[in-house]
Nanobody, 126 residues
Framework: EVQLVESGGGLVQAGGSLRLSCATS????????LAWFRQAPGKDREGLSY????????YYADSVKGRFTISRDGAKNMVYLQMNSLQLDDTAVYYC???????????????????WGQGTQVTVFS
């Protein structure tokens, strides 16, 4: 059974940083894609960043490029999202997602992902 569990959300002042973590289990092969999404109230789920476990390729949405960094630790089955220079409109529930097998090309479309975590709330205040 595949499970994804996010942690690390919370309250942060604008301009600050947070690191989100996602513990994965049940993905036994290095042939899957991992991504972070977010969803703010009343808005569609937005793809933020993708990383391939097979070759380390990363991909970012323009909205977070240069501010957010995705990384993974294969030995610990973890994926991270380092978020810097947080802004008020970064407030959302953040989700970790996995595709199995890996995608042929990076994608931030929710329908390309098979497994989802329960989400962690990030609230940015001024």
């Amino acid at each position: 059974e595949v499970q994804l569990v996010e942690s690390g959300g919370g309250l942060v002042q604008a301009g600050g940083s947070l690191r989100l973590s996602c513990a994965t289990s049940g993905l036994t092969f290095d042939d899957h894609g991992l991504a972070w999404f977010r969803q703010a109230p009343g808005k569609d789920r937005e793809g933020l960043s993708y990383i391939s476990t097979s070759d380390g390729t990363t991909y970012y949405a323009d909205s977070v490029k240069g501010r957010f960094t995705i990384s993974r630790d294969g030995a610990k089955n973890m994926v991270y999202l380092q978020m810097n220079s947080l802004q008020l409109d970064d407030t959302a529930v953040y989700y970790c997602a996995a595709s199995f097998p890996d995608l042929y090309s990076p994608s931030l479309l929710p329908q390309m992902y098979d497994y989802w975590g329960q989400g962690t709330q990030v609230t940015v205040f001024s």
